[in-house]
């Protein structure tokens, strides 16, 4: 079943465009990155799916229900984590669980404690007091302590360090494979090559991909440096070449068993093949590039 | 209703809210001292200079023909300063939401919090209300305290007193209800805080006019003042339910514009 479904959503900001008949879904268990250059439409189309707009035309669904019109009955299944982490400055993490669980009416004091757990976080300090990355933990335990079965987050990495941004997309794994659908978007393409299964890319207001990591790495090209001990035979056609004596470099699309097979075949003496360019295709994309 | 949303209004309107009662209660003891240290000759004295007598009936909005203690009972409750905490009050808290939340940056996750905006509407709403019956309340005392410490001050006059604590509160809720409008209405807090001071201030400003000005007095009714009489109330010990109708009635008419405009309003902090 789909858990996020954006049909024809439009968004106008009085005559700027903010999006525009944008169309995708995410199934549960999928985690789906959303990329785009700044002002592309991201934060506008996760603000429609988190309730916060209403879409000038198109519709927006979570769990098969109206992200804006039904948005208080879904959202104790979503987590959202806006863009910019602001949180009442007055607020330590324990009064944040105290707020929450009287919001939730429930009790989230166990799973609130694995959270702060796992992000590091102290929770005595005041949110004035909290540097941008504590201020993003505690958004990022805010958005996941309820265990939603949807997760809506706007660059949740941002002010992270490397560790506790490992920790989140483990934990954003995890709960992918418990069924949780995630879409987040991001800027760091290394990010969304290791954790999506499936990207949506949004350029001045409007979807210009919506395609699985797998069959992006298809369109990327990869350097492929191969180094004879002679003069091969035949060549190799499907790829551009540079060659310095015996050493042959040069860029290949897609599948690379072929160009691995050639290579054999005329007894290469070593064989490398990178892993997919996708960041070359990413900024080709992003600058309107074919 | 909701007891998370109603605490965290609460504890965010805790400082102004304490400081308004605070204020109001010393003041109103300060001022009954400064009356009872005048002495009656000196009142008669101030009644008989025409620009002062003129003041004192455009601040209580009705004709004084001599001195009497209930001039200065009612004068402790129209006071500019104890008009100016009731407003400073309701203006700074009900100006919070939404265009202070959205300004702040929190409005994303107190509006995406699995509440509808009614809910959350609702409940901040009622602390706010609820912190203004707080400052009220302490008024009272400190109107009571006030003439406790007063010699041969006589009984104290509860339902009176109780009455025009009503009728202030009906001018709190009426400029609340004006705030709580203006700040669906605007993107900005300043210019809600902004706006709803300028119409507040305009109001105050028509009731006094109103005792010497032709235009002005031919239309007292278009200020909020006009239907806040303590001095009416102290002289006959009615409940003024006109006046406390126009107020409710305004303030009702605030706070469902309020909500209509909030319930479909686009929550935009970028």
């Not at chain 1, 290579?263 to 074919?290: K, W």
């Not at chain 2, 705030?179 to 902004?194: D, L, M, P, T």
Request: overall charge neutral.
């Amino acid at each position: 079943m789909d858990a996020i479904v954006c049909e024809q959503l439009t968004k106008f900001y009085g005559t700027r465009v903010g999006i525009e008949n944008v169309s995708f879904s995410v199934g549960e268990g999928q985690i789906c990155g959303f990329l785009g250059p700044n002002g592309a439409g991201k934060s506008t189309t996760l603000r429609l799916l988190a309730g916060l707009m209403k879409p000038t035309t198109g519709t927006s669904r979570v769990l098969g229900m109206n992200a804006w019109n039904q948005r208080e009955s879904i959202m104790s299944d979503v987590g959202y984590l806006p863009g910019e982490v602001r949180v009442w400055n007055w607020m330590t993490a324990n009064d944040a669980l105290s707020f929450l669980n009287r919001v939730h009416a429930c009790e989230l004091a166990s799973s609130w404690r694995r959270m702060t757990d796992l992000f590091e976080l102290n929770p005595d300090v005041r949110v004035r007091n909290m540097s941008k990355g504590m201020r993003q933990k505690l958004g990022l335990i805010m958005a996941l302590v309820h265990n939603p079965r949807v997760l809506i987050f706007d660059e949740p990495t941002s002010g992270l360090d490397p560790v506790m941004q490992e920790r989140l997309l483990s934990e954003l794994r995890t709960r992918a494979s418990n069924g949780s659908a995630i879409l987040f978007s991001s800027h760091s393409l290394k990010e969304v090559e290791h954790l999506c299964d499936r990207v949506v890319m949004v350029r001045r207001g409007a979807l210009i991909e919506d395609t699985s990591i797998k069959s992006l790495s298809e369109q990327a090209v990869r350097q492929v440096r191969i180094q004879f001990p002679r003069e091969p035979v035949t060549s190799f056609e499907n790829a551009l070449w540079a060659q310095k004596g015996l050493e042959w470099k040069g860029t290949i699309q897609g599948d690379s068993k072929h160009v691995a097979a050639w290579a054999l075949s005329q007894d290469a003496s070593d064989l490398v093949i990178e892993s997919p360019d996708l960041e070359h295709l990413f900024q080709s994309r992003y600058r309107d590039e074919p | 209703m909701n007891s998370g949303i109603f605490k965290k209004s609460w504890r965010e309107c805790r400082t102004v809210t304490i400081t308004c009662a605070l204020a109001f209660l010393g003041f109103q003891i300060v001022l009954a001292r400064v009356f009872a240290s005048m002495g009656d000759q000196f009142i008669e004295q101030l009644m008989n200079m025409g620009f002062a007598r003129t003041v004192m009936q455009a601040l209580l909005g009705t004709q004084i023909s001599s001195a009497s203690p209930e001039i200065f009972r009612a004068f402790g409750w129209v006071h500019p300063v104890i008009l100016a905490l009731a407003w400073v009050h309701a203006i700074t808290c009900c100006t919070r939401l939404p265009v202070g939340e959205v300004e702040a940056g929190t409005a994303d996750f107190l509006l995406t919090l699995p509440l509808s905006r009614r809910v959350v509407f609702v409940s901040t709403s009622v602390s706010f209300i609820t912190s203004a019956a707080v400052v009220m309340g302490c008024g009272l005392i400190g109107v009571w305290l006030g003439h406790q410490s007063l010699p041969d001050s006589g009984p104290f006059n509860y339902g009176a007193n109780l009455m025009i604590t009503l009728n202030y509160l009906a001018v709190y809720l009426a400029v609340s209800g004006l705030s709580a409008f203006n700040a669906c209405v605007c993107s900005r807090r300043g210019q809600a805080i902004g706006i709803t001071l300028s119409l507040v201030l305009s109001s105050f400003f028509w009731t006094f006019v109103s005792q010497f000005w032709g235009p002005a007095k031919a239309t007292p009714w278009l200020s909020l003042l006009h239907y806040y009489q303590p001095m009416e109330i102290l002289r006959n010990h009615q409940i003024p339910g006109s006046d406390l109708a126009v107020l409710s009635l305004f303030a009702l008419v605030g706070w469902v514009g309020a909500w209509l405009v909030f319930r479909s309003k686009d929550i935009n902090t970028n």
